[in-house]
């Protein structure tokens, strides 16, 4: 046994200095591992400080998770702090590129401040339940009427007891350099709340973090807050032109704090 430690404390460095590969499957394991071990520490605490589900939880959740970044090597750089001081409910929209999202999210998460998420994430062991702690709320999004039916009881929530959603409008994952075209819910849901929707831009990964070449390096992130957009006043009509709206201000300001996009030399990238 003794044996077997000597060896990984050797060959573990040696791998981490050499191989890119190796580095990236370490990092990866170890970023879940982590988060579901702080997700252990984050049960009791959440159930003793409220008793169950409640939006405070993310309170916590945030508190644990802001340090994680160090371990992976990854930094933030925010600007537009100003634009999330803003009382009441409203709707946070962002790009959405990897799980490391989740970091940069607890970066700049406001108090009573909740997600939405796909349905499977409640099935992810301690993460799952520490969410579901946390007020996120689960939409199926191979069911539209069930996704829809679960905005509009979101909307309600968010108007009665003064709460702020933080929403992916891709829908799934991206990591192709640019941004996928947005989903209409976060704007039926901003719209039947009559909440103001603030959207949050985070760079491209692209220069630290590359999942098809098996990369994963520091690196720094840019998350950008733009100005608030209004929604008052706008009903069901008004919600293409106010998908396009903000698919183009998020767009311009991706390109913007993206810089040029790395090309990749394999032949995942034809």
């Not at 608030?228 to 396009?244: A, M, R, W």
Request: net charge positive; hydrophobic share 45%; aromatic share 10%.
């Amino acid at each position: 046994m003794d044996a077997l430690w000597m060896v990984l404390l050797l060959v573990v460095p040696a791998l981490l200095w050499t191989s890119s590969t190796f580095v990236f499957y370490f990092k990866k394991c170890f970023y879940v591992a982590y988060m579901m071990i702080l997700a252990v520490i984050a049960i009791p605490l959440s159930i003793l400080k409220s008793g169950g589900r409640d939006i405070e939880n993310m309170r916590i959740i945030r508190s644990l998770v802001r340090h994680v970044k160090y371990f992976l090597g990854l930094r933030f750089e925010v600007s537009g702090w100003e634009h999330l001081q803003t009382e009441g409910p409203y709707v946070i929209i962002s790009n959405h590129q990897s799980s490391l999202d989740v970091l940069g999210m607890m970066e700049v998460l406001p108090d009573r401040c909740s997600m939405i998420a796909k349905k499977e994430l409640i099935y992810a062991g301690t993460v799952g339940l520490v969410c579901w702690l946390g007020g996120i709320v689960f939409i199926n999004r191979k069911k539209t009427s069930d996704a829809k039916s679960v905005m509009a009881d979101a909307a309600k929530t968010m108007m009665d007891e003064k709460i702020r959603l933080w929403v992916f409008p891709e829908g799934t994952r991206n990591q192709k350099g640019d941004l996928l075209p947005f989903k209409k819910g976060a704007f039926h849901l901003a719209v039947q709340a009559q909440a103001p929707i603030i959207p949050i831009v985070f760079s491209s990964y692209s220069n630290f973090y590359l999942r098809k070449e098996k990369e994963f390096k520091s690196g720094t992130i840019t998350l950008k807050i733009l100005p608030k957009i209004e929604t008052k006043g706008l009903t069901t009509g008004d919600v293409s032109t106010l998908t396009d709206q903000s698919y183009a201000l998020m767009h311009s300001a991706f390109l913007e704090i993206s810089g040029p996009r790395k090309q990749s030399n394999g032949p995942s990238s034809h």
